[in-house]
């Protein structure tokens, strides 16, 4: 499979869930600090990172996927 479909489409559910776990992921990490549960604070601050880098990833696919389809349309 190629993903022709699949390049239609923006991945703004993913966006939103990625932006919405972002904001759980800061959550926990302010309530593991008041507990001071430092090792959990590091585990979830690596989680964090990983999903601002998907996020990152995601919104670099949404524009070269927009590219692409008004480079097929001309």
């Known amino acids: ?31 593991k600090q008041l507990l001071a549960d430092f090792d959990g604070v590091h585990d979830l601050f690596m989680y964090f990172a990983g999903t601002l880098v998907m996020l990152a990833v995601v919104r670099s696919f949404d524009t070269s996927g927009a590219a692409a389809l008004s480079a097929e349309r001309r």
Do not use: C, D, I
Not at 5 to 27: C, E, G, I, K, M
């Open 1 to 31: 499979m190629t993903g022709e479909p699949f390049r239609r489409r923006s991945p703004s559910l993913l966006y939103a869930a990625l932006l919405l776990s972002l904001l759980t992921f800061v959550q926990l990490n302010f309530g």
